[in-house]
């Protein structure tokens, strides 16, 4: 069976943003976050915590934009669920919409101040 490219989205946010935003609404996490993406970044402290937050809110954006949607009525945060594999410590899309029809890819990088993220989307035709 082939496969072909459904969509791409890429993100870049400012880490000092979601730190903003977190601080103004302290149920931002409850909104970006699913509540296994919680119990992970309980484990973390200070500043990884917010680099861990800044990639989920990233790679959930890049998500939507790759799924063609943006993040709204058809796509939520919740709808997505971003774990790491046990085996190899990448970052992985656990959970999204129509999971069974797509096979995601997804990297996040990090620099002091921003967070990149890509999304591959990928469905056999």
Do not use: C
């Not at 509540?35 to 680099?51: C, I, T």
């Not at 799924?67 to 939520?76: A, D, P, R």
Request: proline content about 3%.
């Amino acid at each position: 069976m082939k496969k072909m490219i459904f969509g791409i989205g890429i993100d870049l946010t400012e880490i000092s943003r979601i730190e903003r935003a977190w601080e103004k609404h302290p149920r931002f996490i409850e909104r970006v976050l699913t509540p296994n993406e919680r119990s992970v970044l309980a484990n973390y402290s200070g500043r990884r915590q917010l680099e861990f937050l800044a990639g989920r809110f990233s790679a959930k954006e890049s998500f939507s934009k790759a799924y063609g949607t943006g993040i709204g009525k058809f796509v939520s945060f919740s709808n997505i669920e971003i774990l790491t594999d046990l085996h190899s410590g990448r970052p992985i899309i656990a959970k999204y919409p129509q999971a069974d029809q797509f096979q995601a890819f997804l990297s996040i990088s990090h620099t002091d101040s921003l967070v990149m993220t890509e999304v591959i989307l990928e469905k056999q035709v």
